[in-house]
């Protein structure tokens, strides 16, 4: 069953390998060695975007003068979540640098990466709200519910960061700073008291936190694609509105999807390795270098929705205009004032 602990030994050996040597194991395990090496200014880069993006994005969503729609409210948690993320990412980097030496003690072990598994089920829990709620505005739209209420949807948002740190009690339970031996390193990582645990964690994660809410909505999507598809701009009130919203939320479900289904992935086939229905050299370090890059292209999200709210979000591009544009006006009235009190000094 592969670990954090497995990743490290595997850098370790990694270091240790020579590339000469005929060993296929040999050979992937300087891949091993090679993805680590790139770790650190990868998750770097999409720290930096992430952060100035999805500060932006709240900037707008804060500080609009139009009141939040039920929609809003869900994508704004969905970005306080990606900067949350953005801010714990470069104590990874940093820590991957050092050999996955962990410098910051104990209590930031657990935060930050509780903090990062919070951002992945939070992340989802959004994105099927907001699905849901565009599955009612365009499929039942005489059909009012409290879910598309903006105050309803701030309490639906703050039960789903409750629920969110709910899920991720074992990585605040477990995750520890223990000294690993053989890669000779004081490495942040997880110790379950047993190691069905994790093969447990891993099935709960898989089925509640990624197929039951990928059942939702793919279903709210096949519907809201299909009412679109019958009913042309216009016919129904306020559809050009509704449309140009559902397109943004359907372009952060498909980039969602893709750069987390194979995490997902990744995580099936670990619990699997458990029951022994795959084992060996090369396999284990495949599954080490997957679990990697899965991960990272998981973490990458984050960093991409921004841009997704301003190619895709036409209203979003508005409000960021009429934010911005009132702030710079507000700016130049006050110099003007300050200026016209100065002349008649």
Same mark, same amino acid.
């Given at each position: 069953?592969?670990?954090? @602990?497995?990743?490290?030994?595997?850098?370790?050996?990694?270091?240790?390998?020579?590339? !000469?040597?005929?060993?296929?194991?040999?050979?992937?395990?300087?891949?091993?060695?090679?993805?680590?090496?790139?770790? /650190?200014?990868?998750?770097?880069?999409?720290?930096?975007?992430?952060?100035?993006?999805?500060?932006?994005?709240?900037?707008?969503?804060?500080?609009?003068? +139009?009141?939040?729609?039920?929609?809003?409210?869900?994508?704004?948690?969905?970005?306080?979540?990606?900067?949350?993320?953005?801010?714990?990412?470069?104590?990874?980097?940093?820590?991957?640098?050092?050999? %996955?030496?962990? =410098?910051?003690?104990?209590?930031?072990?657990?935060? &930050?990466?509780?903090? *990062?598994?919070?951002?992945?089920?939070?992340?989802?829990?959004?994105?099927?709200?907001?699905?849901?709620?565009?599955?009612?505005?365009?499929?039942?739209?005489?059909?009012?519910?409290?879910?598309?209420?903006?105050?309803?949807?701030?309490?639906?948002?703050?039960?789903?960061?409750?629920?969110?740190?709910?899920?991720?009690?074992?990585?605040?339970?477990?995750?520890? &700073?223990?000294?690993?031996?053989?890669?000779?390193?004081?490495?942040?990582?997880?110790?379950?008291? %047993?190691?069905?645990?994790?093969?447990?964690?891993?099935?709960?994660?898989?089925?509640?936190?990624?197929?039951? /809410?990928?059942?939702?909505?793919?279903?709210?999507?096949?519907?809201?694609? #299909? &009412?679109?598809?019958?009913?042309? =701009?216009? &016919?129904?009130?306020?559809?050009?509105?509704?449309?140009?919203?559902? %397109?943004?939320?359907?372009? =952060?479900?498909?980039?969602?999807?893709?750069?987390?289904?194979?995490?997902? =992935?990744?995580?099936?086939?670990?619990?699997?390795?458990?029951?022994? *229905?795959?084992?060996?050299?090369?396999?284990?370090?495949?599954?080490?270098?997957? *679990?990697?890059?899965? @991960?990272?292209?998981?973490?990458?999200?984050?960093?991409?929705?921004?841009?997704?709210?301003?190619?895709?979000?036409?209203?979003?591009?508005?409000? #960021?205009?009429?934010?911005?544009?009132?702030?710079? !006006?507000?700016?130049?009235?006050?110099? #003007?004032?300050?200026?016209? +009190?100065?002349?008649? +000094?």
């Amino acid at each position: 069953m592969h670990s954090d @602990t497995a990743l490290i030994l595997g850098f370790q050996m990694a270091m240790n390998a020579s590339i !000469s040597e005929s060993d296929t194991c040999n050979y992937t395990a300087t891949l091993v060695l090679l993805m680590s090496s790139l770790q /650190p200014p990868y998750l770097g880069v999409i720290s930096i975007v992430g952060f100035l993006g999805n500060s932006f994005v709240m900037a707008v969503f804060c500080l609009q003068r +139009k009141n939040c729609t039920a929609a809003d409210v869900y994508l704004g948690n969905m970005a306080a979540a990606d900067l949350v993320m953005m801010t714990c990412l470069p104590f990874w980097a940093f820590t991957i640098a050092r050999g %996955h030496q962990w =410098v910051f003690g104990e209590v930031l072990c657990k935060l &930050v990466n509780v903090a *990062i598994y919070m951002n992945y089920i939070c992340s989802i829990l959004f994105l099927t709200l907001v699905s849901l709620d565009r599955y009612l505005a365009l499929v039942k739209p005489m059909s009012p519910s409290r879910l598309r209420r903006p105050l309803w949807a701030k309490r639906i948002c703050l039960g789903t960061w409750m629920l969110g740190f709910l899920f991720s009690m074992p990585v605040l339970l477990f995750r520890t &700073v223990r000294y690993v031996q053989n890669a000779e390193v004081d490495a942040c990582i997880l110790v379950y008291p %047993h190691l069905s645990w994790r093969v447990q964690h891993n099935i709960f994660i898989n089925v509640f936190g990624f197929i039951i /809410p990928v059942m939702v909505l793919s279903y709210c999507t096949c519907h809201i694609v #299909a &009412v679109l598809s019958k009913n042309p =701009v216009g &016919v129904l009130p306020g559809m050009r509105t509704e449309r140009r919203a559902t %397109h943004l939320v359907l372009a =952060v479900m498909a980039v969602f999807l893709f750069c987390w289904t194979p995490h997902q =992935v990744m995580r099936f086939l670990d619990t699997l390795e458990y029951f022994q *229905i795959t084992s060996g050299c090369i396999w284990g370090y495949v599954l080490d270098l997957g *679990i990697q890059l899965s @991960t990272y292209l998981a973490y990458s999200n984050s960093a991409v929705n921004p841009f997704l709210f301003a190619v895709v979000g036409r209203h979003f591009r508005r409000r #960021a205009k009429e934010v911005f544009y009132f702030k710079c !006006s507000v700016k130049r009235l006050v110099t #003007a004032v300050a200026v016209v +009190k100065a002349l008649h +000094k």
